[in-house]
């Protein structure tokens, strides 16, 4: 399998074993739709071996470890179990001991597919492969999706509590600290954390696409950008627009797009005084010093088929370069439309405003699948440039 790829499962009860050159500590994560465990319990590791339809099994360091899947046995509301893995010795990266999954029959033992994650440097962790659930049948998708910072940045990612060893552990070797999460297993009510989230209607109540028409997020909801089963590869503007919240007054706005590789790395940012970036396949309409008119103010076209491989995510921001606050602006909303016909896709209208001088509209986030991902944010921040967004607007992938 290549990064990315699926193949359908034919067998209920499927085991995903992963061997490297070195001793490897192999774990498995219950998600729901939103991305996230419904709390330490489906955390599966060698220290929690067992949950609902998800098996940890050792492989007493002679064989590998594995994550044994029972497709019929995973509870409502479980669309995924990712697979992860770190080298047992603290600290260790991935550079030179690439990793190889095997999804195999889990009664017969014979392989279905296998997957060796290409290039891996600095990671200290990844997710390998997933098992998901995707109209009505589940399927396997190679990932390779790495981590800097072990098997604890894994599990905090997709919200598990965890504890690290105490300082003095790293003078014995064994406990290898920040590989091996320890989890708290607080009681369920402690995924209060999340709660957040789900002051936004319906962020966790399955994925959004294009099949029914035009869709309005509202903020921190997302739309997977697929249409009929497949995934929009082809051209899309972004439309930002705003009007001044007082009649006959003008407010100058900069809309931008900063682009990211898969480690929140940032490529280059397109906006009013660099209006093509990444060989073209993100293009700037150019600078509106008013806001006045109707429709988008500023408009910024990207051709999803043409971004290069390292573009994994985009992140529309809106900045007042006239120093001038968002209380001052009426109406701002961005909006995505398909470029070859006009048709809007997708609209977020932001209500409410804040006292700053720059806000991060919406992120285009690529999926393993290929798919892209739009998630409406409205997220103010203290900064006139776009330069001064670009930390930010890290944070917020």
Same mark, same amino acid.
């Given at each position: 399998m290549t990064p990315g790829s699926n193949i359908p499962l034919g067998v209920a009860r499927v085991a995903v074993d992963v061997t490297a050159p070195v001793r490897l500590d192999v774990s498995g994560l219950l998600l729901t739709a939103d991305g996230k465990v419904r709390s330490d319990d489906d955390f599966i590791f060698y220290n929690q071996p067992t949950g609902p339809g998800v098996t940890y099994r050792s492989g007493g360091g002679t064989a590998p470890d594995a994550i044994i899947v029972d497709t019929s046995a995973v509870p409502a509301g479980i669309e995924k179990i990712v697979v992860t893995a770190s080298p047992d010795a603290a600290g260790q990266t991935f550079q030179g001991i690439e990793p190889t999954a095997t999804i195999r029959d889990a009664d017969s033992g014979a392989a279905l597919a296998t997957f060796t994650p290409p290039r891996l440097g600095a990671e200290t962790a990844l997710v390998i492969v997933e098992i998901y659930l995707r109209g009505g049948a589940w399927k396997a998708r190679a990932v390779g999706q790495g981590y800097a910072n072990g098997l604890a940045g894994i599990a905090t990612d997709f919200g598990v509590s965890v504890e690290?060893? *105490?300082?003095? =552990? +790293? /003078?014995? %070797? @064994?406990? !290898? &600290? $920040? #590989?091996?999460?320890?989890?708290?297993?607080?009681?369920? *009510?402690?995924? =209060? +954390? /999340?709660? %957040? @989230?789900? !002051? &936004? $209607? #319906?962020?966790?109540?399955?994925?959004?696409?294009?099949?029914?028409?035009?869709?309005?997020?509202?903020?921190?909801?997302?739309?997977?950008?697929?249409?009929?089963?497949?995934?929009?590869?082809?051209?899309?503007?972004?439309?930002?627009?705003?009007?001044?919240?007082?009649?006959?007054?003008?407010?100058?706005?900069?809309?931008?797009?900063?682009?990211?590789?898969?480690?929140?790395?940032?490529?280059?940012?397109?906006?009013f005084g660099k209006l093509a970036i990444l060989n073209g396949s993100v293009k700037h309409s150019g600078d509106n010093l008013t806001g006045e008119g109707a429709g988008d103010d500023e408009v910024i076209v990207v051709d999803l088929g043409r971004l290069p491989a390292e573009a994994t995510g985009l992140v529309f921001t809106v900045n007042s370069f006239s120093g001038q606050k968002f209380t001052e602006v009426a109406k701002a909303y961005c909006r995505?439309?398909?470029?070859?016909?006009?048709?809007?896709?997708?609209?977020?209208?932001?209500?409410?405003?804040?006292?700053?001088?720059?806000?991060?509209?919406?992120?285009?986030?690529?999926?393993?699948?290929?798919?892209?991902?739009?998630?409406?944010?409205?997220?103010?921040?203290?900064?006139?440039?776009?330069?001064?967004?670009?930390?930010?607007?890290?944070?917020?992938?």
């Open positions: 690290e060893e *105490p300082a003095t =552990a +790293p /003078a014995t %070797p @064994a406990p !290898a &600290a $920040p #590989a091996d999460p320890r989890v708290t297993a607080p009681p369920a *009510p402690a995924a =209060a +954390p /999340a709660a %957040p @989230a789900a !002051a &936004a $209607p #319906a962020p966790g109540a399955g994925k959004i696409n294009l099949d029914k028409g035009r869709v309005s997020l509202q903020k921190n909801q997302t739309v997977s950008l697929v249409k009929g089963g497949r995934p929009l590869l082809s051209q899309v503007k972004m439309g930002l627009g705003w009007e001044p919240a007082y009649r006959g007054k003008d407010i100058d706005l900069d809309a931008s797009v900063i682009a990211y590789g898969p480690q929140r790395n940032h490529l280059d940012s397109c906006y995505l439309m398909d470029a070859a016909t006009g048709e809007e896709l997708v609209r977020f209208d932001l209500t409410n405003a804040e006292p700053q001088t720059g806000v991060i509209m919406c992120k285009l986030i690529r999926q393993f699948s290929g798919e892209w991902e739009m998630t409406a944010m409205g997220d103010f921040v203290k900064s006139r440039t776009v330069r001064g967004m670009v930390k930010p607007a890290a944070q917020a992938l």
